[in-house]
């Protein structure tokens, strides 16, 4: 019978956290532990990464997931672990899970099979408290300014005009539309208001891209929170209370150190969804990886085009450093269903469908190749894919003179990825020419365009009423030098979650756009995608327990 | 100039907690370690200590507080060094800080001046993220429980009749009454809501009453969310996700250890507020800290009419111990405001309010008495009471043959309460003969009367006419033989906050009932008293300010 993840997990013998430390040359003083096998890095601690060299980058992203996910963060883990069974001292970057999903309905964010972060238990639920700091920074801002309107609303905000919501870290579809302040005067004042994912929070995004303490708190100042009866913008930084919010923000804002079923150390930090945020782990995790070891491997959220283009786009500009390597993780079976198959006909051999649904992947490799960034696609293997579809993909891959290799890291671990590991060990020495897709003083709509002509294969841009009106506002606010965060399915290139494969000629529509100027980017929000996900008819919640001495079962 | 509390914290220095456990015998590998100076005692450690000897228990309560408080955190700190400097091994058990009142107006709840916990910025900030765990813990289940509505309602709720309600841990009025469910059917269904703060949730109540996991998980089967439409009580366990629930709290049930400034042991766990909940820090922290020292030290949350009477006559139930001596907190300023003084002349000596206030802390003595218990009376000395106003208070209390003490644990920390902690010792060497205020085979209303009759003084009690049918439908679920959890305002004996000193003849009215069958208890609404405090003009956080190494400012 085959093991599930959490049996795999717990079967697994774990180093002391001093330990994994130690392998990334980080001393046992310069780490808080959370129990004996978490830790973070202290603010000290990161300063002294910084002196040390910045190694290899190899971002690892995807083709357009199924629902239940390609193994993307596998094969980061077990790449990983397959560079250090080669002897190159790496480490791997990863974001934290959101409870959400967790209770919901994905597997877990810590890998699977022999490719796992440990203790996946722990990482899949309340890890370090990050989440939840985030969580409070971000409803502390809300209930502070609440009550500056309650208490005389000297700022004179409009409450019709307050963009600031509340989050929680679940599948709350309750919360998304709501009448907060009812009852009575001394229960503030009604207005519209709606709670959105904590992945989502703007928080998470300022948190992620934050470089240090003061930096965060930059950022924070410059939220905008809500409009003025005269339609002046409302800042964190009005509300006078930046240093208290940093204040709830500052120790989760020390990356969290842990390891790998082989012991790789890895840092897990920060976990903004990708469809709806910028989907990539803090930029202080990535630098400190990047100074503790020799490679560092890193993912972004869901497709190429969702975190692969908001890692290239958006963090490489606060990172300082762009990939020497990225890695597409492709399945059989996902390309089949961009060649049409049905869901419950994806057992089923297939080589026509593989090959027509070669043609998503074909894009992707496309677009990474448009950034002048060397690629590898990784084949991650599943029990079901037959050697005649392997072959066919091979073949396609092949005749791209991109260099591919066929992964099982899911069943072995690091040894299932070692051929992997030498083709991006070998990616990494070539010379990378990194263009961005569009400069930052391109205007809001050219910068849209491109990510849609260029990267989803778009023809044209709409932009409702609303956005249109926005546009002309965010003109006169001067917030037009920001890179763009768009909020798009994660299942096709479109804003149409049923157009699978490599569509054409389709329009993206430009619903809304948010003005997120702590994290530095505008988001455009396409087409229904929401920012508070529901549950399903049968949570996994359903089968979860734990025993009187603390063990966990049905964790996936 | 006074040094503040944050000051005099910043410049204590601190034990490794690894030391700290060893004084109280716990070994370094029965804890999870948060950094250097917090950490979690694990399950085999609690199964440890509860093989050894179980020690002397003594509560802190106090006179009916004034909104700053009356010390009683930091008498319970200073007693439990000045126990360990007389040479008594002893421990000392409290709540854990809310946010809410910390993020608004209230000092930390971490003790003050040279009796405080450490690391007290941490203690009144996330701590271990066992608030969070809490918070989380409590949405799920109504997450879960709206979309079993939205998802067909099999179980026939009454969408009307949904009790449970979503909580932050924040003061954060806007949310007390809300309209959730709005806007589309994908939304889930529309209906009245509101949130409580965290420490009002039943989650709190049953977390500090749980004795193991298994027993927590009883306890969450237990919790009513809802009624169906033909009245019938709808369970967490019908919901059937006591497990998962469970899961969420299982770390954060461990207690946490850390430690005073004078490096006494203190477990910090677990914080319902006394007015609107128990009130008294978790039953396997006590139990813990019995097993660990000879003398354990806690508190129960405001006056003893509130906390005081919530942990003898619903906490001792669960703990299967009572104090061997209660210690009441009096101070010169609160009395005087209870004879009549206002705020902005508590300054001037005024002796004749002194012993017209007096009659408060009377009332406080005979009650503990009633229950068969020897107390003795610290009077927590401030700056502005005069010699001639000690000494009128001392004079009353000796003539009721009562022990008393002037302690100033404030100024110099165990030390100014030698004298105090002799006169505990002393009084746990008489004979306690422990009985309970009423019995649990009592009526509802008959077990109501007691509390209001026999500790608040009062003369009557007035149920509405919703309380009325409600305890006719408690009957008829059998719910009739669970103790009496009181939510009525701190500053009075009666439910209004203005009738203060010893008021008489006064009726209370029961608003409401709320059955908490998990807790195991029915809390009864008084008055006004609200489960959502709101922030006030200045909030605390516009104070607040933390520098890029993490050195915070402003916290109290």
């Not at 409009?227 to 930084?237: A, H, L, N, Q, S």
């Not at 560092?296 to 990939?323: M, S």
């Not at 092949?398 to 290799?405: E, G, I, L, R």
Request: hydrophobic fraction near 40%.
């Amino acid at each position: 019978m085959v093991k599930s993840d959490i049996e795999i997990a717990q079967a697994s013998s774990m180093a002391l956290i001093t330990d994994i430390a130690s392998k990334a040359g980080i001393s046992p003083d310069d780490i808080e532990q959370y129990g004996k096998y978490k830790a973070k890095i202290t603010f000290d601690g990161l300063a002294k990464l910084q002196e040390r060299e910045t190694g290899k980058l190899v971002l690892v992203t995807a083709i357009n997931p199924t629902p239940a996910g390609e193994g993307k963060s596998t094969v980061t883990i077990g790449l990983g672990d397959a560079l250090n069974q080669l002897g190159h001292q790496t480490m791997i970057a990863l974001r934290e899970p959101s409870l959400g999903p967790v209770m919901g309905v994905k597997g877990g964010a810590a890998g699977g099979g022999y490719a796992q972060v440990l203790p996946m238990e722990d990482i899949n639920l309340h890890f370090t408290g990050d989440l939840h700091a985030i969580t409070t920074a971000n409803n502390a801002i809300a209930a502070l300014l609440d009550n500056h309107i309650h208490q005389g609303n000297a700022l004179n905000i409009d409450t019709r005009r307050v963009i600031w919501k509340r989050v929680v870290d679940l599948n709350d579809r309750q919360l998304r539309q709501i009448i907060g302040g009812l009852g009575s005067p001394i229960n503030g004042v009604p207005r519209e208001d709606g709670f959105d994912i904590t992945v989502a929070s703007e928080i998470m995004a300022v948190f992620c891209l934050a470089t240090s303490i003061d930096n965060l708190k930059t950022r924070l100042s410059k939220i905008v929170v809500a409009y003025t009866y005269d339609r002046k913008p409302v800042t964190v930084g009005d509300l006078e209370i930046a240093g208290a919010i940093s204040v709830l923000l500052k120790d989760a804002l020390k990356p969290n150190l842990v390891q790998t079923i082989a012991g790789t150390p890895a840092f897990i930090h920060g976990g903004p969804f990708a469809n709806i945020a910028h989907g990539c782990n803090s930029v202080l995790a990535t630098k400190a990886a990047l100074n503790a070891a020799e490679f560092t491997v890193t993912e972004a959220g869901f497709g190429a085009d969702l975190g692969g283009e908001k890692f290239l786009d958006i963090k490489t500009r606060e990172l300082g450093k762009t990939p020497d390597a990225v890695v597409i993780v492709a399945t059989v079976r996902a390309l089949k269903m961009h060649g049409g198959v049905a869901k419950h006909e994806l057992e089923k051999e297939n080589i026509a469908a593989v090959k027509a649904g070669f043609a998503n992947l074909n894009r992707h490799i496309d677009n990474i190749q448009g950034y002048g960034l060397p690629v590898v696609v990784a084949i991650n293997e599943f029990v079901t894919d037959t050697e005649a579809e392997i072959t066919a993909l091979s073949e396609l891959i092949a005749n791209k003179h991109v260099a591919f290799s066929l992964t099982q890291v899911w069943a072995k671990g690091g040894s299932g990825g070692l051929d992997l590991a030498e083709k991006v060990v070998n990616a990494c020495q070539e010379t990378s020419h990194f263009n961005y897709l569009y400069e930052l003083s391109d205007s809001i709509p050219e910068k849209i365009e491109a990510i849609v002509t260029k990267i989803y294969g778009g023809s044209t841009v709409t932009f409702s009423k609303k956005a249109q009106n926005q546009l002309k506002e965010f003109e006169q606010n001067g917030w037009t030098t920001l890179p763009i965060c768009m909020a798009k399915t994660q299942y096709s290139f479109s804003d149409d979650q049923t157009l699978l494969g490599a569509p054409e000629n389709f329009d993206i529509t430009i619903r809304e756009l948010v003005p997120k100027l702590g994290a530095g980017f505008i988001v455009a929000l396409t087409g229904d995608i929401m920012t508070m996900p529901g549950l399903p008819k049968k949570p996994a919640a359903l089968n979860m327990d734990v025993d009187n001495s603390g063990n966990i079962s049905g964790l996936f």
